[in-house]
């Protein structure tokens, strides 16, 4: 996905532009990524949302040229068919998912300090003054921000 992130960028604002959300947090790793999401009032559709970023972005890359296998079903097999959902609880719930998914380039080994993943919110962050820009680096223990 970092190969195309352009593509998913854009795709993700068409979401957001016929079904408003706000994007809290974003990673966007190599093979998945991790966001949490504000929804309207009264608005519950993630599954929709989700659906159609997966939708707009793998007809975008399809239309590039880009090869992907396909399913025994005639799908695309870029995305996996799940998702985890979860709804955040309270403040501290928020802390440890926004700790988490800024975690997560460092946790699967992409770097050793989060500052150095371009494709993240954490930079967003550092700059409204949330983290400082050295925050978890690599000497932080993994098993502190959850799952």
């Known amino acids: 996905m970092v190969d195309r992130i352009d593509e998913l960028r854009r795709a993700l ?81 928020f802390e440890k998912y926004i700790d988490y998914i800024h975690w997560n380039p460092v946790k699967h080994g992409y770097v050793t300090h989060v500052a150095d993943w371009p494709h993240s919110t954490f930079h967003r962050f550092v700059a409204r003054g949330v983290y400082p820009h050295n925050w978890a680096g690599g000497d932080t223990d993994s098993g502190s921000f959850g799952e």
């Open 13 to 93: 604002l068409s979401v957001m532009h016929e079904r408003p959300f706000r994007v809290e947090e974003m990673v966007v790793l190599p093979e998945h990524l991790h966001a949490l999401w504000t929804l309207p009032p009264e608005d519950d559709d993630y599954p929709g949302r989700i659906r159609a970023l997966k939708s707009r972005f793998t007809r975008s890359a399809a239309a590039a040229g880009v090869i992907m296998r396909r399913n025994t079903k005639g799908e695309y097999d870029l995305w996996q068919r799940r998702y985890w959902e979860h709804t955040v609880r309270d403040d501290r719930d």
